[in-house]
T-cell receptor, first 115, second 110 residues
Framework: EPEVTQTPSHQVTQMGQEVILRCVPI?????FYWYRQILGQKVEFLVS????????KSEIFDDQFSVERPDGSNFTLKIRSTKLEDSAMYFC?????????????FGDGTRLSIL | EDQVTQSPEALRLQEGESSSLNCSYT??????LFWYRQDPGKGPEFLFT???AGEEKEKERLKATLTKKESFLHITAPKPEDSATYLC???????????FGPGTRLSVLP
């Protein structure tokens, strides 16, 4: 069964450094998402991406965040200047379509630890 | 603002002891309610989508039902391998993002 893959599984970074989290969505999916989950808290939406542009973003997704689809398979989340509070699990998801409530399929996440 | 709550927060069952998990929601027009299973250190794994009140879906020992204000995940004769956190999420009429509940942490003891 096709799946969403994310790398690295764990990233440790010094505060203030830039990180790039990588995702390979399911190949025929058209919509891509990033969510985060702080330890012990809810899964929270960050951003959705379609047709090479951001279609929706949450209040969390401020100027330090950016997303990109640099080629036909990868989808990346960049955090420009990391803060301690950015420590969380970051999940990438993809869906085939948007209408009629299509399920989103999630990767196993990248655990980001900011020191 | 779309909101999702889940109860109980945690549930311990003996193997074979059936029970139900609750997901209550308020949403500006429901386009879908989704159940996911999440194992420790893993991403949410899709289980079911429900679209309208009265709808039911089944998969092995799990059955999901939907009313206008809540959804139930019924677990019949659970096994230890059913132990996980079960997440509920809704997609409303506005936006494309899922709104997740906090989850119910299920432990099934042998």
């Amino acid at each position: 069964e096709p799946e969403v893959t994310q790398t690295p599984s764990h990233q440790v970074t010094q505060m203030g450094q830039e990180v790039i989290l990588r995702c390979v969505p399911i190949s025929n999916h058209l919509y891509f998402y990033w969510y985060r989950q702080i330890l012990g808290q809810k899964v929270e939406f960050l951003v959705s991406f379609y047709n090479n542009e951001i279609s929706e973003k949450s209040e969390i997704f401020d100027d330090q965040f950016s997303v990109e689809r640099p080629d036909g398979s990868n989808f990346t989340l960049k955090i420009r200047s990391t803060k301690l509070e950015d420590s969380a699990m970051y999940f990438c998801a993809s869906s085939l379509a948007r209408g009629a409530g299509q399920p989103q399929h999630f990767g196993d996440g990248t655990r980001l630890s900011i020191l | 603002e779309d909101q999702v709550t889940q109860s109980p927060e945690a549930l311990r069952l003996q193997e074979g002891e059936s029970s139900s998990l609750n997901c209550s929601y308020t949403v500006s027009g429901l386009r879908g309610l989704f159940w996911y299973r999440q194992d420790p250190g893993k991403g949410p794994e899709f289980l079911f989508t429900l679209y309208s009140a009265g709808e039911e879906k089944e998969k092995e020992r799990l059955k999901a039902t939907l009313t206008k204000k809540e959804s139930f995940l019924h677990i019949t004769a659970p096994k230890p391998e059913d132990s996980a956190t079960y997440l509920c999420a809704v997609l409303g009429n506005y936006g494309q993002n899922f709104v997740f509940g906090p989850g119910t942490r299920l432990s099934v003891l042998p």
